[in-house]
């Protein structure tokens, strides 16, 4: 009951067209009360506390801008869900955020290892990472150019290592984010690299279909909807 009276109170605070409409049944919106309820309903509810959880890591990361408060209720829900790479990705990308880059870069070494052995599988999860977050346009310029920089810093972290999954598909996904930003020239540079490594899962196939066309937005989009369907 307090997670749904907490969510009309929230968005009846925040959406003009609840606006209009609330004053009509005698109730208003009140942002700060409907924060309350919902975490009232995470910390004490019995059967709605991981949707509270859910809800309030989204409304932090998206509306609030708050990746601290996003991060506390993240690391409640990774140990409801330990096995989830979902919210691993979100810790990834908070502690990012937040600044802390060996930590952001710790946890994505971690979900690398544990889904490598099943990278099939693990690439039907990649749209739903990726555009999980997304409150408006998929892979917009503005999120690439701050996933550039986190792939530039690992690759810094992982200068002089050998060749291996780990540098490929940071190469693969740097080159990914290059063509989305237009410079192409720098990621053809990316895909060569890939192919000159060990092969891995589809990264060959990938950097090679690449090199003969770019692989902007709307193509790794579509590339994205196909590895969620399980599709070649």
């Not at 309820?37 to 801008?65: E, N, P, T, V």
């Not at 060990?198 to 994205?224: I, M, N, V, W, Y």
């Amino acid at each position: 009951a307090y997670l749904g009276l907490g969510v009309f109170d929230y968005q009846a605070a925040r959406l003009p067209g609840i606006i209009q409409f609330s004053p009509l049944l005698g109730v208003r919106g009140d942002e700060e009360r409907g924060l309350e309820r919902i975490h009232l309903a995470m910390d004490k509810g019995r059967y709605g506390s991981r949707q509270a959880a859910q809800l309030l890591a989204s409304i932090y990361i998206l509306d609030k801008h708050d990746y601290g408060r996003a991060l506390t209720v993240v690391s409640r829900l990774r140990k409801d869900f330990p096995q989830s790479p979902y919210f691993q990705f979100l810790e990834i990308f908070l502690r990012h955020r937040l600044g802390d880059w060996d930590g952001s870069l710790r946890e994505a070494r971690d979900l690398f290892e544990r889904t490598k052995a099943s990278p099939r599988e693990f690439n039907r999860k990649l749209l739903s990472l990726f555009c999980g977050l997304a409150a408006g346009k998929c892979l917009d310029e503005a999120d690439i150019e701050q996933v550039l920089v986190w792939l530039d810093h690992a690759l810094e972290s992982a200068e002089g290592g050998k060749p291996g999954p780990w540098l490929s598909l940071l190469r693969l996904y740097r080159g990914q984010a290059l063509d989305i930003l237009e410079r192409r020239e720098e990621a053809v540079k990316e895909y060569k690299s890939v192919l000159a490594s060990p092969a891995f899962s589809d990264f060959h196939a990938r950097a090679g279909h690449c090199l003969t066309q770019p692989c902007g937005a709307q193509a790794a989009l579509e590339h994205l909807r196909a590895l969620s369907k399980g599709e070649p």
